[in-house]
């Protein structure tokens, strides 16, 4: 009875506005479906979506939790410009999360994930294809393809071991060495960059695009509401009504809002509105940071998509009308929920970026005229989001994509939909689906 309503038109509330909560909308409007968006900021895509790195990074989506990744930790909870820093707390759902981490940093695990995120992330991919070549919103999107650099000769001889494996994949990449990768983006050659001088090499995927996550969610809100679609902004969602096992109404701190079927998509809230209803989600935050560093006038602009593999920062170009601006980055602290940005890690920021390419702005104003930004990414220790089904048959989820939001959210989105309708999803839920 349910499966058979679930594929007629429905009243569906979409619970978060960033860029999983606004794909799925537009995926669900499309099949039929009224839709409402609730949202507790003034605006849509004011957190985790907001300046994230801007690239769309689909064949780099290998998890945090690795083997490689377990040696490198203790160095970096020592040191302050650390890539990864640790804020311990007493908090029993951040050492349960961490705990989890290190259980699935082993190299079999990390291959699945790596395998099952890349079959998204082309499904992904195929989907924003699709959507540029038949909507019309301007969000800075280039396919630049992407190079991520080496400063260590071991590491670069270790991704150069990976290529034939990550090609059985599906990707499209070629290793080139120091020479080529400046050949390739010349700004690499600035005889200041401390980036160019200290390269070995670099891997070069060409299918890699980029793109502002922020400009698009506003462009999709204004084609939403087109449709008929409504948000209800500066709504923080306070609780769930339930009666007979089902979720019957959205309590927020505006009112009730009576629905047919919900989808969660509150990033790194999910699991406190989670735990509510009885259940757990095991999302943590990562918190990062970025910049977003304004062109030069008549200055060069890069032309591909950077990766520094050794200090952890990306680097975005962002067309704009006439002008490319430049997206820095990088960082992951495991802090808890505070979103307060920390000047110290601003700077480190901005100096990574200043050393880097030193021909990119004007970095004189400092790093307060550069917009600095933190989100807090919606990560699970896995790595994988996770789709579909809760405990409550008319509540499906969508959340804990961690740094791949942006990269994953038309494949989740669509996935979402398609459950929701009863179709069968055009990729595998397995590894996806909440553990039980």
């Known amino acids: 009875m349910l499966k058979d309503k679930m594929r007629a038109t429905m009243h569906i509330t979409v619970l978060g506005a960033g860029i999983a909560g606004l794909t799925t909308a537009w995926y669900l409007v499309r099949d039929g479906h009224a839709v409402e968006v609730v949202e507790r900021n003034s605006g849509v895509a004011l957190e985790a979506s907001f300046a994230n ?14 083997p490689s990744v377990l ?30 981490f290190v259980l699935a940093c082993r190299r079999g695990t990390s291959e699945l994930t ?20 038949e909507e019309d919103i301007d969000f800075g999107y280039a396919r630049t393809g992407k190079l991520v650099l080496y400063s260590a000769q071991a590491d670069f001889d270790g991704a ?29 050659g600035d005889s200041r960059s ?37 948000f209800h902004l500066g709504s923080h969602v306070t609780g769930l009504e339930t009666r007979g096992g089902r979720i019957t109404a959205v309590n927020t701190a505006t009112g009730s809002l009576p629905t047919d079927l919900c989808v969660m998509t509150l990033g790194a809230q999910s699991p ?4 509510t209803l009885g259940f757990r989600l095991p999302i943590y935050p990562l918190k990062g940071y ?20 050794t200090r952890k920062v990306v680097y975005a170009p962002l067309a704009d009308a006439s002008k490319i601006s430049l997206r820095v980055a990088g960082m992951a602290d495991i802090s808890g929920y505070s979103n307060r940005i920390d000047p110290v890690r601003v700077k480190q920021l901005f100096l990574e970026a200043e050393r880097a390419f030193p021909a990119a702005t004007d970095y004189a104003p400092g790093p307060d005229a550069m917009q600095p930004w933190t989100g807090l990414r919606p990560a699970t220790p896995k790595g994988m989001p996770i789709l579909g089904a809760s405990p409550f048959p008319n509540l ?8 791949l939001g942006w990269t994953l959210a038309l494949g989740s989105a669509r996935i979402l939909a398609d459950l929701i309708k009863g179709a069968t999803p055009e990729i595998a839920l397995a590894g996806f689906t909440l553990p039980r």
């Open 53 to 66: 790195g801007a690239q769309l990074s689909y064949s780099y989506v290998a998890p945090l939790a690795g």
């Open 71 to 100: 040696p490198k930790v203790p160095p970096w909870l020592l040191r302050r410009d650390a890539p990864l820093r640790f804020y311990p707390a007493f908090d029993t759902r951040q050492w349960r999360w961490l705990l989890e």
């Open 114 to 133: 790596t395998q099952r995120l890349l079959s998204l992330s082309f499904y992904s991919r195929a989907l924003m294809h699709r959507f540029v070549s």
């Open 160 to 188: 150069r071991r990976l290529l034939d494996f990550q090609r059985s994949l599906g990707c499209e990449q070629d290793a080139l060495d120091r020479a080529q990768c400046v050949a390739l983006e010349p700004m690499l």
């Open 194 to 230: 401390l980036l160019g001088r200290r390269i070995v090499g670099g891997i070069r995927t060409v299918s890699e695009e980029v793109g502002d996550c922020y400009r698009f969610s506003r462009g999709l809100e204004e084609k939403l509401r087109a449709q008929g679609v409504v």
């Open 272 to 275: 406190v509105l989670s735990r």
């Open 290 to 309: 970025s910049l977003t560093l304004p062109p030069r006038p008549e200055g060069a602009s890069l032309g591909i998509s950077i990766t520094d593999a």
């Open 396 to 403: 499906f989820l969508n959340c804990g994509h961690g740094a």
